[in-house]
Structures are given as C-alpha cells and as structure tokens.
C-alpha cells in the first residue's frame, strides 16, 4: 500500500501537470482550437462572462473558430472581447456568427513560443521539485519525532523522488509535443 505522503506528492504534481497542460492549450499554434478562446471574458449583461458561457465555440477548419452567440445582441461584445484579448486575433460577423481566422505563423514568432513553452515547461518542474522538497521534509520531520524508522523514510523519500522524475518526464513529453505542433508548418 502507498503512503499517504507519496499519495498526497502525487496529487500536488499532478495539479501542476494539469496546470501546465491547460496553458499550453492556450499557445496558439497557428491551428484553430476552440480552446484557444478559453480565457477571452465578454462583456455580457453587465459583467464579465467566459466566451463559453455566450455561445458556442467551434473549429470546423484547421484556419478558422467559429462563434454561435446564443443572443445575437451578443456579437459585437464577442468581437471586442476576442480583440482586447492580446490573441493578436481579428474576427468578424455575418449577423449571425462570429469567424476568427487563424494566421499562419512565422518562423520567428514560433521560435518566441517554443522559448515560452519551455518557460512554462520549466515552472512546472519547479512546481513539481517544491512539492517534493516539501514532502521529503515532511518525511524526516516524521522520522526525527520517531513517527517513521529511518529505513522507511529513506524508502518513502527515494519513492517521492522517483514520483518526481515520472512526472518531470510527463512534463517534458507535453513540452516535446507542443514543440513540433508549434513548429509544424
């Protein structure tokens, strides 16, 4: 049975994982993804709201999103949310649906984002190596107060370590597959 502390590094890495993963969606890679437009906010009803919560986001080509307001008094606000966003992005409406076409990327702007995925990438192992400081910490906290004996702390540390390795591996297979999707042309 796993320890409660090597459950509990587990659990932490991975939300650190998680973390990392949902920034990367949020790279544009000069393909449409519907998740790209996660973190626009609309101005809707008098507040902020999620562009997900106005409509429908959709990528039906690889160059183009497509937005279905579920009130079409909702257009233009969705327009201004997409441009005030820092997505670079330039959309535009038939009256009924807005299209937000996705520029293909040039050789130096990728480059910019493969240095930023690697930023994200490494703030994650940092994330990652705090998580098992700390539980390795806790450890021999535990075993200086005579909870744990020392050969179960030091196997319970070398089994954190060996947690923190898999999930340093996983963030580096997330970073080696963004980078090609990146710099796929």
């Keep these: 049975m796993e320890h409660a502390l090597a459950i509990e590094a587990k659990s932490k890495m991975q939300k650190a994982i998680d973390a990392f993963k949902h920034e990367l969606t949020l790279i544009r890679t000069g393909r449409a993804s519907a998740a790209l437009l996660d973190g626009v906010e609309v101005d809707a009803y008098g507040s902020k709201m999620r562009l997900n919560q106005v409509g429908t986001v959709t990528a039906p080509e690889a160059r183009l999103i497509v937005i279905t307001p ?24 038939d009256g009924q649906v807005v299209r937000v076409p996705i520029p293909q990327l040039n050789e130096e702007r990728r480059k910019e984002m ?34 744990v004996p020392e050969d179960d702390a030091h196997k319970l540390s070398a089994h954190i370590q060996k947690i923190t390795d898999e999930f340093c591996a996983k963030v580096d297979e997330a970073l080696r597959a963004k980078e090609a999707e990146v710099m796929e042309v």
């Design 114 to 147: 493969v240095k930023l995925i690697g930023k994200l990438a490494e703030e994650a192992k940092v994330s990652i190596r705090t998580t098992r400081r700390h539980e390795v910490e806790v450890v021999k906290k535990a075993q200086k107060d005579g909870e």
């Design 70 to 93: 579920w009130d079409k008094n909702l257009i233009h606000p969705i327009e201004k949310g997409i441009m005030t966003s820092g997505l670079d992005l330039v959309p535009s409406n």
